[in-house]
């Protein structure tokens, strides 16, 4: 019990010292250096923001472009496909027909 009744008041005197300390840092002109440090700190956090969104921008139009070559890829893969198939059926027919006049001409 004394201990937490100590500890409270241990922090409201920090608390004092340092909205005392605020107040003098203000009175000697201290006040526009904090103001000063926030707009460098926002204009820091703008660009990064800036430059994030940026970042996205690429990432997406990165994956845009390699989901529309993936399509382009598979639409040749089924062309090729197709096209050997096509290929192996005439190479199977011509040989069919090759054997059938060898047998004949047995």
Not at 56 to 81: C, E, G, P, S
Not at 82 to 104: F, G, H, P, V, W
Request: aromatic share 6%; no cysteine.
């Amino acid at each position: 019990m004394q201990k937490d009744a100590d500890l409270e008041l241990l922090l409201k005197d920090v608390d004092k010292a340092i909205e005392e300390e605020k107040k003098v840092s203000q009175d000697f002109g201290s006040g526009n250096l904090d103001v000063e440090e926030t707009k460098a700190k926002l204009t820091h956090y703008h660009q990064t923001h800036a430059y994030q969104e940026m970042f996205q921008r690429q990432f997406k139009h990165m994956l845009d472009r390699m989901k529309k070559d993936l399509i382009a890829l598979q639409l040749t893969i089924n062309d090729l496909q197709e096209s050997l198939r096509s290929k192996k059926t005439i190479y199977n027919q011509e040989y069919n027909d090759q054997m059938k006049a060898r047998q004949e001409k047995l």
